[in-house]
């Protein structure tokens, strides 16, 4: 169902005819109003025209009186045949001159005879007169009459102005006198009797040829008076456009009184008709004849006087513009009811397809958000890519071939790496030609390289020989790969690092196979080392009140334990061996070491020793610190042999920072405790510098020096993660500077001892080992302590036995390597059966336990071996006791391998 | 019912048929024309020509000729003048036009004076005194000649003239015209001899007589001679010409040297517009009488070549050229 037309769509056609109407008499009155308006001054065009013509025949009325006058001089008898033809002449050539007449001057004393003469001439009536109330009268008498003699055109109707004396009538007496007086012509505005509405101009004619000056002479010498008659309808009628004006001439005239009197001429009224619109009007003021003439020109104007044409134009313009409105808004209300049933229709097909297109919006909209997100991606990426081009270690230039057909390659970019490698900016590099930048490397090998790789597109890499910079003597390899587009990548890295690391890498396997060799000596060494210690001491109390012997014990007993020490040396080094790291003061080791040198150090060397007390703290055994100090020390000392020289001990807190780092691995950033030991010996040579921390290596004489004392300090500074740097000239000395990382924690107290009475004990304990010598020098230092002790050295065996009784040991004691089943093995085993039971691991050596291990293992007590009497009767007491107990100087985590 | 309506279609079908009534139209002006001489005389004709021209369809002409200058006798004007009257009892004009002294003389005086009819008269030759005029019903143009003008040409061309003879018809009229010219060229103590004549015999005589007696000739009014031959005037004058000749009516001019001539026309023309203006309404009274004022000057250059006068150029050029 259609809703009903809005008003506006219905109304629309009256509107629009209405307002169509509106306009077309808008359009009308303005057309009207310019033609109005053109009309006007075309009229007032006209009208200027007139009152220039006007102008032009007011002056000619006085020219033509006075050439009258002067042919009328010129004449020597005038009678009134030659006046008629003069008369005759002048009225058809000026039409606006009603007549034409002569006045002679007649004295009073002539006055008869003249009266006389004209009767008998055939004039019976004749005599001089004036205008009267009731008709012509007799003159009255007095000097001068200017009778009128002669008149043209002769009628009838004008034949009583004969006689009549114009001086002897007051309305023309002034006229006559001024027109004498003046030699002037004048024209007076008074009208006879007949002659309504007429102008009259006079003209004096003097006797002589010369015009007499003055008033009086001029009085007497006139003869006679011209006067001509002047019709002031045709006056203005025979004007050029005149008879289109309604024209009224106004004359101003000075009479006696000064009184303006005015004599209106109404012309011809204009021949327009119709309906009258506002009328034309103009005023001018001539001046012409001493007088003042009102001119008014005015015309009626009626509807065909306008140009009808723009107006009609604009009616029928209009009317069409009316038809087209109301036509338009018939079709337009039409087209709005057949558009609102359409839009009905499209509406509801829209409500359809929106809806459509709301799921399909939807869906686009997410595809753009998904297409913006890869956008955004594909722009972080390409981001990513360039900071990842840009920052990129190795040096990446891309490479273009000059032209299709040239070899040689041109950059077309690099990546800050390359320009950092090169030292150039970016608008260096790009453009240049492989052989600009690199003369000899690029025609030589470069070029070769891109060459193929752009002919083939297989990847290929320059490695099998690095190619030194001749600049800076560091080692590059390079790798080239071929563009889709067809440009060719070159990435290429410094690898002297990576040379120098490999180098560390071989040194640091070689380091391991020392370590795994020492490692596996020292268990060796341990267990013989145990079994010598071990019966030694035994021997030493069994032979107590023997001095001698005792003293012989004593040195069998040194020695062992010298040999222990050595083994330790060598674990350190290999930083396998034991340790007994804890919070320090560095500064307090120091300065017992250097009161230690400073007794053994000759008279030539002087020591400088700068420790600062308020360095910090260090993590660290401090037997290994006391042993970094030893060490160097003993190598300044040894390199200022036989010569005088300065050793210098400096301990001072550093910070280092990333950059100092550079280059070290493993090392963190921070607070560092620095140990600088300095001598002014003969200095390290170059090829020495390289091996210095090689283990076994030493420049001293045979005997006189282990080797393994720079090979220890490396161990121990890379042990705690520090770093050791060296400084060192010929003939100068050297500089040997280590950083212990600082440590936070507090200082622990030394721990306590109770060393003074060995604990004892009746406890049944199980020994396993499978060395023999072990067991009985172990058993027989536990059965010395008072404990029972079953031995065995089958670790199967021993379980077997545990498996018979478990409640018949209060402690196992295993050691770890044994073959068949190693003791976590067994502990294992043994905790299956009795979960509780206390039992104690030895180990001389393994790569596969450590007391965490251990301890996860729910084994209680941890010792590397040899133990000494002392040591195990604690570890023993404790576990028996319920503490859980490592042996000081065991490792109680596993140290991770380093590179 | 029928009876009323025959009636009405009758009536109907009668004003249809019936003929204008004469009270519809206005009543025709009626205007009488006296003329004291007869149809074909020259001056006559012109008068009439004129007064018919002026006066057009204003008013119905009747023409009446007394035909004085066939039969001069006072009896037969007087006999012309009663039937005048009795025409004008009869016909009664508005107006009468009244040409000419007889006209003037034997009809107006006797008749007319004073009447209810209004005259206008012309023609009248110098002066209307002897007739009486003005009248109460009587306006018109007096007929003079150019004489004062003549009188200067004369003067000019004969400076030592005396005297002068007027040869003329014996003729009332001319007798007027010798008084004035005796009046004229007595200003200038010129005097002035008429001599009448009868027959074309005696006007030869009398011009050579005249010209062996005076010192010029005035050629008057030859309207009388019955056996007036206008070629033997010519070829007389021509042959005996010696003295300087001069006339004032323009038939005169082939035989004088120099005419200045009246004009017929003047008379007829200010007649009509006298009458048009009493026809509407005007007095007669207000028309005053007032005397003719143009004329024709003619010369006869083969008389002037016999006589060996030589007339200014001026006159020459203007004067219209005769004899030829």
Known sequence: MTAPLPLRYRALPIWLFLSGLIMVAVFIFGAWRYSLDSLQKEITSEAEQVRDSLYQRLNALGEVSANVAILVNSTLQLDGDQFRIFAEHVLQRYPFFLSMSYLPRIQEEERPFFEAEMRERGFPQFGIKRLGPDGFQPAEKRGSHFPLLYHEPFEPTSAALIGYDFAADHSFASSVDKAIVGNETVLSSESLVNMPASLWVLRAIYAGKEVPVGAELRRRAVYGLIVLQVDPVRLLDNIRGADRFVLSLEIESASGTQELKRVQVDGKRGRLSGVLLPGFTKDYKLDAHSRTYHVRLGRHLGWRDVDLALPAAALAAGLIMVFLLTLTGIVTARRAREARVRNEEIQRQVTEKTAELSVKNMQLRQEVDERLQMEKALAASEHRFRELFDRMSSGVIVFRPVDERSEDFVVFDCNRAAREIEGKDKEELVGRRVGDLFPVFGVEVLLPLLGRVSASGVAEEIAAAPFPDARSGRWRDYRAYRLPAGEVIVLYHDISERIRIEEELRQAHKMEAIGTLAGGIAHDFNNILSAIIGYTEMARIEARHDARLTGYLDEVLKAGLRARDLVRQILTFSRKGEQKREVLQPHLIVKESLKLLRASLPATIEIEEDVDPRCGLVEIDPTQIHQVVVNLCANALHAMEGRHGRLTVRLARRTLSAEDLAGEYGVMPGDFVELLVADTGHGIERAVMERIFDPFFTTKAVGRGTGMGLAVVHGIVQGCRGLIRVESEVEKGTVFRVYFPAAREKILGPRGSDSQSLPFGSERILLVDDEVTLVRSVGGMLSHLGYRVTEKTDSRAALALFGQDPSAFDLVITDQTMPQMTGTELAAALFAVRGELPVILCTGYSEDIDADRAHELGIRGFALKPLDHETLARLVRDVLDGKERVVPGAPEKKQEETT | ?324
């Open chain 2, 1 to 324: 019912m029928t009876y009323p309506l025959t009636r009405l279609v009758v009536l109907l079908i009668c004003l249809f048929l019936h003929p204008p009534l004469p009270s519809l139209a206005a009543p025709a002006k009626r205007c009488l024309y006296v003329s004291s001489y007869h149809a074909g005389y020259v001056w006559n004709d012109d008068i009439e020509r004129a007064l018919g021209d002026t006066l057009g369809d204003a008013c119905e002409i009747k023409k009446f000729y007394m035909d004085g200058k066939r039969d001069v006798s006072p009896d037969f004007a007087r006999q012309k003048a009663s039937e005048a009257k009795e025409l004008i009892d009869s016909w009664k004009p508005d107006v009468v036009i009244a040409a000419d002294d007889n006209a003037s003389k034997y009809l107006v005086m006797p008749y007319l004076k004073d009447a209810a009819v209004p005259v206008v008269f012309c023609g009248i030759n110098w002066t209307a005194d002897p007739y009486g005029y003005p009248y109460a019903n009587t306006t018109g143009m007096i007929e003079i000649g150019p004489i004062d003008p003549l009188v200067g040409q004369v003067l000019t061309m004969v400076p030592e003239a005396r005297h002068g003879i007027f040869l003329s018809a014996a003729e009332l009229t001319q007798t007027k015209e010798v008084d004035l010219s005796k009046k004229a060229y007595g200003r200038y103590n010129v005097t002035i001899s008429h001599m009448p004549v009868t027959s074309m015999a005696d006007w030869e005589k009398g011009y050579v007589a005249a010209q062996e007696q005076a010192d010029f000739v005035i050629f008057g009014n030859n309207s009388g001679i019955n056996d007036w031959d206008d070629e033997r005037a010519r070829k007389w004058v021509l042959a005996t010409a010696k003295k300087f000749t001069v006339s004032y009516l323009d038939w005169m001019a082939p035989y004088a040297m120099l005419t200045m001539a009246k004009i017929a026309h003047e008379q007829g023309e200010w007649a009509g517009k006298a009458v048009l203006l009493i026809l509407q309404g005007t007095k007669p009274t207000d028309i005053p009488i007032v005397a003719n004022r143009r004329w024709n000057m003619f010369v006869n250059p083969a008389l002037l070549a016999r006589g060996g006068f030589v007339l200014p150029s001026e006159i020459m050029r203007k004067a219209v050229k005769v004899g030829q």
